[in-house]
């Protein structure tokens, strides 16, 4: 029997996001903001979060690398306990991501700023307009009310906030290929269900990829981590680094998902490691996800979104079959809640 899926907010969230990209794309003033940041008198870009917001920033930084401004990921988790190692020379423009927008790390994040770099100009975006990300100091932007997700994991915000950046930092393309990708990602999104509905609950999941798709795979295993309260232990890596010892993580009922490159040089190494553990590890179940794999998507540009889908839409599948309350896995336990809470804010001065 198939499950009702539909009954968690989270599997409604996932299924969403081709209407909400949609929808966003031909609201946002892209030329507005991307006129905003030409302006600016800096040649860096920092892209700062926490968990799956830092991860966007991750992605980002892949994607963009070889653009007249140097990007950089810097993780909110670093940047707050370490202040005074990232605030100085000269000015960044820095790039914040939140869905609540009121984590501990963002407004430690804007404090730190506040007190040592108050003339690096700011640009927040959050899924939040009430939140402290969305009133502090900086110039806004404001995610769809669908983005602020009901479920304990970052799904249509986490897409959402990359594809907003990508919109404004990506200058080798048009405004956005919102529609296109929506496009493709309801077609396959069908497929999606099916392997997430058939593919069996392992003891072990690892996802890798090469470029920005590494970082979609550590998102993808940060998602089957959260969505199974840890029941399920979860490893990324890159195509090439998983080699160099993280390949002991696989044993037993171990199954892998290696998202595919575009890329034709570096799809070589993709096509090399499927064929390589699956020659390896016959108990496993290998999956290439990409152009031309077992699941055929784009990978390229904003398409990196897909194999992420895929993973929310695994972890939502096994969650269910777990008996958790996938909207909210840690119910009761004290230990992990949708909003970080349990950090101390100590006070930056110059």
């Not at 003033?29 to 799956?52: H, K, M, N, P, Q």
């Not at 920005?212 to 795979?217: E, I, N, R, Y």
């Amino acid at each position: 029997m198939t499950p009702d899926l539909y009954r968690h907010a989270t599997w409604r969230e996932i299924n969403a996001q081709p209407g909400i990209w949609r929808d966003w794309g031909a609201a946002l003033d892209i030329a507005l903001l991307r006129a905003w940041v030409a302006a600016l008198d800096v040649t860096e870009v920092w892209f700062c979060g926490a968990g799956s917001s830092a991860y966007i920033g991750d992605i980002l930084a892949a994607t963009l690398q070889g653009g007249s401004r140097r990007v950089r990921a810097v993780p909110t988790t670093d940047l707050v306990s370490r202040p005074g190692a990232y605030l100085d020379g000269a000015a960044r423009l820095v790039v914040s991501f939140g869905r609540s927008g009121n984590s501990a790390e963002t407004i430690g994040t804007l404090d730190a700023l506040d007190a040592l770099a108050p003339h690096w100009p700011r640009l927040n975006i959050t899924c939040n307009a009430t939140s402290a990300l969305a009133t502090r100091a900086g110039k806004t932007v404001i995610l769809p009310g669908a983005t602020h997700d009901a479920g304990f994991a970052m799904t249509s915000s986490l897409t959402t906030m990359l594809l907003t950046a990508l919109a404004i930092f990506d200058g080798t393309v048009a405004p956005g290929p919102w529609f296109a990708l929506a496009d493709a990602a309801e077609i396959a999104m069908p497929g999606f269900v099916s392997h997430a509905l058939t593919a069996r609950c392992p003891e072990r999941a690892v996802f890798v990829g090469a470029g920005p798709l590494a970082f979609a795979a550590r998102e993808a295993a940060l998602k089957v981590m959260e969505l199974s309260a840890g029941q399920i232990p979860a490893l990324w890596d890159s195509t090439l680094g998983f080699r160099h010892g993280p390949k002991s993580f696989v044993r037993g009922a171990t199954d892998i998902w290696v998202f595919t490159c575009a890329d034709p040089h570096a799809a070589r190494y993709d096509t090399d490691l499927v064929a390589e553990l699956r020659a390896q590890f016959p108990g496993s179940a290998i999956t290439a996800v990409g152009p031309d794999g077992d699941i055929d998507v784009p990978t390229d540009g904003w398409s990196v979104v897909l194999p992420v889908v895929l993973a929310q839409m695994l972890a939502v599948v096994w969650s269910d079959g777990l008996g958790l309350p996938v909207d909210d896995p840690f119910a009761g336990t004290g230990t992990l809640s949708r909003v970080v809470s349990g950090v101390r804010l100590y006070p930056v001065t110059p």
